[in-house]
């Protein structure tokens, strides 16, 4: 067996967590290396090797049904479909009471486990608190007061210069030293020095980097992507693979002296195929069932509601709309976007928060830029925002400020700021206000400065980006999104694109509840640049010689609204007429009373709001969760997140989705052999399945997968938090973020013809895989059939909820929200039972 | 009038805590923000009538707990300008920090914990801080000390905080362990349980002996300090949650030994080589911690060394007799770490976006020649923490693993031991103080190497849980049997000091036995019970606590005075009790620790990363 240095480290970095530094968010699949496997195959054998908890435990499903959140008809028909009528009461039985033992032993791990088991030496313990301090220290962004000497040579040559400029030595032994600065360094030769044998190099390397997959996942990342941190450093995986080795060889050599083997020699057992295939077993088999019965449970639900819904909706409400605004998919919106229309005589759409326009975002007197547009993305647009006023820098904020930990400065600083920082405390206590060490949604954009929207000409040459659109492509941009989502007649007079984003302190993770479509960004500059875009004449012009005319009197206005404080901010009002600024006045108050009742929806799943109170004190909670440092909850993100549903509006307008379904306008009609249906869907498996999936892992297994939870955080050289001074990089995401979610896979559903979606998905293979595969579920409503299809094996196939009635919210809908329950703690059984079910709405 | 209740309310309100269910979080933060609160308020009534008495300290008379010929229990307390400070500072900061737990904690598992153990350890701060004798004092000492233990602890699944709580542990029992020692010299010094309103007229009769005194409480008020060359526990106790490390390392539990050094001012004030001695050991400190400061990278750990930096400074400044400036200096160091550590989480969006608009990538400062060596040297120091930790593990924890490791045939003659115990005891008890004094060395060393013997062999056992807990006990009783057998105590002493460690014993016995009926849980790996058992788990660590003589049985005032009667010229054996004391106290908590808190192998439920 040979050793393939580059090859093993290759396959490493696929597996290794993916998670950028913090300041930029992006969802992903937590499991993307297993991701061209079917997904039951995928995450079990994720879990054979690394030990993750993929799925519910056994128990936990069990008692899921016993609280009825498993519904009976539903767990009967997947032990029916799964395993046939004729083994039903086999399977029943094995489903409801026969024992298995648990899950969770993982392959690696094991072989470097000899050392502790063969030496009175722990050296895990040795090595890691120096290594992950020296990794932080490396790739430390600016919390340190001495950068790291010599970074800029890359980790191992740094440590290099280092060794020989200083009186002390970093290695205690005189091996490691040697072997450091030997020019022709090699893996193998460390390998061979601590395990000997060829067969179980690999195997080594890996029990090495996932015994602290968080600081190897950033290594691995930023080789890749250096361009994701502000301070880009030169970093390679295989660097620190060969620090550790060293570091390895140096402590078992200072404990042991020359009293110790490779480890290799000390072992009989024979090397291990991490990747061998997982023998089946039959709690697999239960498991599915359950997992799939759990799912079903409320998929069917949704369906069913759907379905309904579809039945009996009036083709299309031809009543002249007082506006239109197109809101982010983004499944938080769902609410807002139903309170501004239960006011009625008003449309709300839904398409990516970047609106279809790609770009970097270069902020006045910025250093950097900003991407934003979906990660997987390269725009080769430039936004620049041109300053009104003078070079301002932001607002220093003392109690961060490094003076305060020297010695000096430091002393000065804790005799003279000891009172101010009593007096600002009590203040975030009592009365909780936006400062500059809060991140502030509203911050990002300034809505005072123009923006290069319309090019002229001009180019940034160092990045080789184009600065602003030209009419061609700006028309081509605003036809898309608007043929999308099904916007091409009866236009309102004032159509408004609100982006969002979202304020919160304390909380290192706030990328992460910003607008996914825009890199973990808010989305204002999307918002008003678009509708730059769509209120430019020439633009106007192209479109009506596309066929696309939008009347003369129709304005777009852009706006940002923050999720967590619930208040929404508009763009370039002044450049609208009079008359339309009139409407307009109008229009910000209904928006302004239906962020009242959002706010008081959201706040059911707040402990600290009593949702029974006026609106005006619900608002003043809301706002002051968003700025409160002892807050860790400022929103609950995608929690919850369910659905994505693709289609009109009116299919989802009268029901109560709980804020747990993406929805994309999408109109059949405008569209009816799926020239534009590829386009809209193309992104929402990679945006809201990559949040799904995310969000399942860190749910299912909150210890590995998710960041657990995030009240003894430190943040680390800010990339990334741990849990203590030693600990490593936690990726994933939090407690507090998942807490209330349901595992459970995203269920798209479509409205067109199967046919139709059949041809589309088949033309694209990575959209494809997405439901061949199983992450996600994929079921289509037929609008004029009003039937539904779903898609099994390559084939739709025709779908009759088991659930024959969904129930009518007869009551006032506030009242409802006012006693639903609350969770009790945040295990999934009392988590679960916060979430309502799918529900028709009657006006 | 007021004083015993700044000890009692939190008490009360943590016996109510006890009974509620865990969920009832508005009950529980109001209960515990409600008694703090009347605390506070009582202290400012104090703070009026100290203010109208001209400033003079004041004192309570109470009770007397226990007293004999020459030993003396009373409950006194005693407030003077730094008890005033301290305790105020104290009352502030845990009603902002409670406050800010409530939302903070929300939904934590540990919600009813934290504010238990904030509670407890408020009493033992109150009790330190207001206590009108050393004895009380150290009974608060070692509530901190327990207090700070769970809090570190406070995620107990994982296995860093189990590891780091162990750490800080050993060294707080080393402190505490001087301080015996101290107390037990300042009883012969003085011949009485000294208390500190009767200070100022003892010192005057006392010289220079009081200059060993003095070295002790310095050394017991570093290690609490984190000053060199034990500073590392510091950011290793930062475990817990943000609110707790704030409160605990950035504010109280971290300037206490300052507050130590205070109250014990005239014994080592008199001394120039004490004081100068006091400002080197600050300055170094300060210099050294100041240079891991600026390599630390990690939001937490630099406040902590920056907090380390500046207590150095505040000995320098207790040095030169600067007392009001070292108060004002822990207070507004108190609040302003404290304030740094609850808001550091926001960092990430406070810096990123301020470099956003200003970052200039940092300057090489290192080149060649002399001043660049220097300062790679200081790098690569800081960056290994002044090898504080590996040194302490090197000289002391590796040795005694080693020869506990060479120690295992004590392992196998259990019976043996009950044997010699159930001879010796007996036997002493029956001749009592007539033992002939030729054979009071014999029978003193024996039991004396033999508790150490037992002590080293518990502390590096990895076998089955029951040996360990077993040798733990027959330590102690040896323990027992050469102090009494030195100080020459009757029967009745004895039984004092063994009542609390048999019941101790058996009761750890029965739950040990209840958790695993084989016996064979061994203490290789962690086991976290406590997921399974949580209420078997509490009950074995109040077992624990009794066992290593925390004051909650008589078995610690049976210590108490027979180590008092131990006679001055005896100093090895009190070495040797207090190498015990240390030895018994890590054992017992290594054991619960091992069995109750860490990631277990089990595969049913998710466990972190032993790394996370």
Redesign the interface.
Known sequence: MTFNEEQVLHTLKHYLPSQGPLKDFVHHNSLHAFQDMQFYDAIFKASKIFGYKVTFSLDEYRNLYRIGRIHATILERVIRERKGVEHFEEWYHKVMHAPYGGTLDARIRFLRYGWREHYPLDLNNAVHPLLFRILCSYLDQGIAITPFPFENTGLLNALRTLEKNSLVHFFKTERARTLLHDPHLSLETLLTILVGKKEFFEEYVYDQQFAHRGWSGIVSTLEDRPETLLYPKKIALKDLVLLECLMEIDALDAALGTAWKPLGETTDRAPMDIFADIEAKEIYEVIKIWHDAFEWSYYDEALCAVLTIAAQAPEKNEAAKTFQAIFCIDEREGSIRRHIESAGNCETLGAPGFFGVEFYFHPAHAKFYDKLCPAPVTPTFLIQEIPSSKKHTPAREIFYSKESHTLLRGTVASYILGIPSLIKLVFNLFSPAMSSAIADAFGHMHDGYELTIVYEGKRDETRNLQIGFTVIQMADRVEKLLRGIGLVTDFSRLVYLIGHGSSSANNPHHGAHDCGACSGRPGSVNARVFASMANHPSVREELTQRGLEIPVSTQFVGGLHDTASDEIEFYDEKKLSTELHKLHAQNKKRFEHALDLNAKERSRRFMSINTKQSLKKIRRAIKQRSVSYFEPRPELGHGTNALCIVGNRALTRNLFLDRRAFMNSYDYRTDSDGTFLGSVIAPLPIVCGGINLEYYFSRMDNSKLGAGTKLPHNVMGLIGVANSSDGDLRAGLPLQMVEVHDPIRLLMIIEHDPQVVLHVISASPALYKWFSKEWIHLAVLHPTEKKLYLFKKGEFVRYEPSTTLVSVLKEDFLKVIESAAKMKSNDILDATRENMPVQILSH | MLLPLFVLLPLLAFALLCFLPK?F?RSISGIALTSVLFVLLMFAWTLVFWIRGGFVPLSYTGFTLFSSADYVFAVNFYMDAASIVFFGITC?LTI?VL???????????GFRRFHLTILFFFAGLALVICSGNFEMLFVGWECIGISSFLLIS??RD?Y??T??SLKVFALYRIADALFIVALWYAHHLFEKNVQFTEFTSLINEHGNSLVILGALFLVVAMIKSAQFPFSYWL??A??????S?AIFYGALSVHIGLFLLLRTSPFWEGSTALRALIAILGLLS??IA?SI??????????????SI??IG?MFIELAAGLHSLVL??F??????????L??????????????????V??A???Q?GFL??????L??????EWNMDSAMTRLIWQPL??AG?WLQFLDRMPAALTGVALVVLPAYGAYGANVPHGMVDGVTWVSAILSILLFVRAYANTGTALTCWTQIFFGQIFASVFLSARAGADVHTILFYLTGILAAYLSGVLCLKLLDRTSRLNLMDYHGYMYEHPILGNVFFITCLAMMVFPITPSFIGEEILLRSIPVDHGALVAIFALGYVLSGICVMRLFAKVFFGPHE???????????
Do not use: C, W
């Open positions: 969920h979080e502030l902002l406050l800010f737990s409530k939302y903070y904690m929300h939904r934590d598992p406070f995620y994982r860093l905080p590891k780091n950011p290793r930062m475990e817990g949650p943000t609110t490390s300060a210099l100041t400061t600026r390599v630390q990278s990690s939001a937490k750990t630099q406040i902590a060394y920056a930096t500046q400074i004002f200096h207070v507004s160091n108190a609040f302003l770490r404290t304030y740094q609850l808001i550091s989480p926001s960092i990430v969006s406070y810096l990123v976006h301020y470099q956003f608009y200003t970052f990538p940092p090489q400062k290192i060649n660049g060596k220097i300062r790679a040297t790098f690569i120091l800081g960056l290994k693993k080693s490791q089990k595969t049913y439920h998710e466990i972190a990363y032993r790394s996370s």
